[in-house]
């Protein structure tokens, strides 16, 4: 069976809080964070950046927009991706009371696992996937391209569309954002699949690299999300091409239908002229998967994936409410139905209030109407306009407050620490998420996974982390730079530590290990620029 | 349309009972299960939950990232 290296990058939403309940801007927040991080985790200084390569093999920095984002070490399975993911958030949490014990200027800090912001600044952040592969990048994104479109119907964190006026529920809120098919633009130009040609890796690697995806709570959808792209990209491999019967004519378009559709039973046409629903394009993905899982190029967990695979498509398939406490998306549609019925807003009638919002956010000049802003139109024309949709413009203050309610409730469900509202649920006993095999989270805190090259960066990680000013890391080599050694990590299944003599290497090699150490001295420099808060 | 007619094999369903289409045996179990779920629903959201929404919007607001 073939082996596989698979890994997860997520960009956490953060703020601090000053104790009179202020928010702290600027660079503060991410340095000290980044500083306390620095003094409580085992780790080796990131060649590449203010980070940190740490004891599991994974990497924490500070990403574009004071977003920290926490990598998985390459993990050899979806069970593996998934625990290190939790152990992040771990690690995270106890950053964030370090923080506060260290600076008596914090009263709170608070970390989210979502994607979206809600303030109506249009911004999103990621949770990105990774997968080892040997396929040509640009066969194995169109092979991808129809799973990750309708996939959205178990792996979607669920939320509302950011960029529009009222309550638009949607399966994934990401989606939102995204504005291609593929691109190298991972800020402007979002895509389901990102064509940067970065392998981090040698040996004729490459590494798929998609942007498409969400931070979940859910294990089951966190599990699923990676295990079953896992397959298809060792179904590509394998020589299978699954999207060559599926060719979508608007893979964005679909995306869009399918994120949006809370019934999973919106359809979409392709170009040889047939028509899929999501759970359709997903069952022929499956079913090219079950005809192969003891195939050579299969991993040796692939009948597992199948199975679970199989189990959840037939509960949306049977009935979306199945999974109302399983699933992101489908957890938050009954809470916030119920949200807005104990407002006096019935969930059927959201279309009505979002093209009245529309219309009010197209006289107001504004993407959002706010209370406020809607008062300065006369009670007449707000009636008017209202009664065109069968509502009440007196209703409209409580749809507004619901609205941010919503937004805030949102915001809430994935916030990391004893306060998330999902963490609250789950402890309550009333969630059905958790996944067998995704256990020992203590264990992903400290520890690499039990194969492949993390294995020995971990344990380098372990054994060296006392002297954090002698090495410098990243993910394809270990620098020591006292030494001038290298230790070579770009074969993703090295079994042992091999460091080689830089003093013996050719003139090319030793002007790499002076052009590391100067850097390396570069960013200790601004390291200690930064931490004088 | 594509999809498969498949045996149902799954038992997991909503709140931990039946498998999708509640019967009459299992109407019972959902509606506990349901009322449990708001109850803690009710308390975790009244916990976290500020009493300013927009406020909290506007001061928790995140930049753009990847």
Redesign the interface.
């Given at each position: 069976m073939a082996q596989r290296l698979l890994g997860q990058e997520t960009?956490f939403?953060?703020?601090a809080?000053s104790p009179d309940?202020a928010?702290l801007g600027g660079d503060r927040p991410a340095s000290l964070l980044l500083a306390v991080a620095g003094r409580r985790l085992p780790h080796l200084p990131d060649m590449h950046s203010h980070g940190m390569f740490l004891a599991s093999g994974g990497r924490f920095y500070m990403?574009?927009?004071?977003?920290p984002?926490g990598t998985t070490p390459e993990c050899p399975n979806p069970w593996d991706v998934v625990r290190y993911n939790l152990a992040l958030e771990e690690i995270l949490t106890g950053l964030g009371a370090a923080m506060k014990a260290a600076d008596p200027g914090i009263g709170e800090v608070?970390f989210?696992k979502s994607n979206v912001?809600?303030?109506g600044?249009g911004?999103?952040?990621?949770c990105?996937e990774n997968y080892m592969h040997c396929v040509e990048p640009d066969v194995l994104t169109e092979q991808l391209i129809p799973h990750l479109a309708s996939r959205v119907i178990y792996t979607g964190c669920g939320g509302f569309d950011p960029f529009a006026p009222g309550l638009d529920f949607m399966l994934s809120p990401r989606v939102a954002h995204l504005r291609q098919v593929t691109s190298a633009d991972?800020?402007h130009a979002?895509a389901l699949c990102d064509t940067r040609n970065e392998p981090l890796a040698g040996l004729g690697y490459h590494r798929a690299h998609l942007?498409c995806g969400e931070s979940l709570c859910s294990h089951t959808s966190a599990w699923l999300k990676i295990a079953t792209t896992a397959l298809v990209v060792a179904l590509v491999e394998g020589g299978v091409r699954p999207a060559n019967a599926v060719p979508l004519r608007s893979p964005l378009d679909a995306t869009r239908c399918f994120a949006t559709d809370t019934t999973c039973r919106a359809?979409v046409e392709a170009a040889s002229n047939?028509?899929?629903?999501a759970?359709?394009?997903q069952?022929?993905y499956l079913?090219l998967a079950e005809a192969r899982v003891d195939a050579p190029f299969m991993p040796p967990w692939a009948g597992e994936v199948c199975r679970h695979w199989?189990?959840?498509l037939?509960?949306l398939?049977?009935?979306?409410?199945?999974?109302?406490?399983?699933l992101d998306w489908a957890i938050k549609l009954?809470?916030y139905r119920?949200?807005a019925r104990r407002r006096g807003i019935s969930w059927e009638q959201l279309p009505a209030w979002n093209s009245y919002l529309a219309d009010l956010a197209s006289v107001l000049g504004r993407q959002q109407p706010?209370l406020d802003a809607v008062c300065e139109l006369p009670l007449d024309e707000l009636k008017r306009m209202a009664s065109q949709y069968g509502l009440c413009a007196l209703e409209l203050p409580a749809f507004l407050?619901l609205r941010?309610?919503l937004?805030?409730?949102d915001?809430?469900f994935g916030?990391l620490g004893a306060?998330?509202?999902f963490a609250?649920?789950d402890r309550?006993?009333?969630l059905?998420h958790r996944f067998p095999g995704v256990d020992n989270i203590a264990h992903a805190m400290v520890s690499p996974p039990a194969s492949g090259r993390a294995r020995v960066r971990g344990a380098c990680v372990q054994r060296l982390a006392a002297h954090p000013d002698e090495y410098s890391c990243t993910w394809d080599q270990i620098v020591d730079n006292r030494r001038n050694r290298r230790l070579d990590l770009s074969d993703p299944f090295v079994a042992g530590e091999a460091w080689e003599d830089l003093r013996k290497a050719g003139p090319a090699e030793t002007e790499y290990a002076r052009d590391m150490a100067a850097r390396l001295r570069t960013l200790r420099e601004r390291e200690r620029q930064h931490v004088r808060f | 349309?594509?999809?498969?007619e498949?045996p149902?094999?799954?038992t997991?369903?909503?709140?931990?009972g039946?498998?999708?289409?509640p019967d009459g045996q299992n109407v019972e179990r959902i509606r506990r299960?349901g009322e449990?779920?708001?109850a803690?629903?009710d308390?975790?959201?009244k916990?976290?939950?500020?009493t300013n929404?927009?406020t909290?919007?506007?001061?928790?607001?995140?930049?753009?990232?990847?």
């Open positions: 960009e939403g953060f703020a809080f309940g928010r990403d574009a927009g004071h977003h984002e608070m989210f912001d809600y303030s600044s911004n999103s952040w990621g990105h991972s800020m979002r942007l359809v047939t028509y899929w629903t759970l359709g394009i069952y022929h079913a199989s189990a959840i037939q509960r398939e049977s009935a979306p409410y199945s999974v109302s406490a399983t009954v809470l119920e949200r706010t407050e941010d309610e937004f805030e409730l915001t809430r916030q306060g998330g509202v609250a649920l309550a006993g009333v059905h | 349309m594509n999809e498969r498949r149902r094999t799954d997991a369903g909503p709140a931990g039946g498998t999708g289409t299960a449990e779920f708001y803690a629903a308390a975790a959201i916990s976290a939950l500020s929404h927009a909290f919007l506007a001061n928790s607001r995140q930049e753009g990232g990847q």
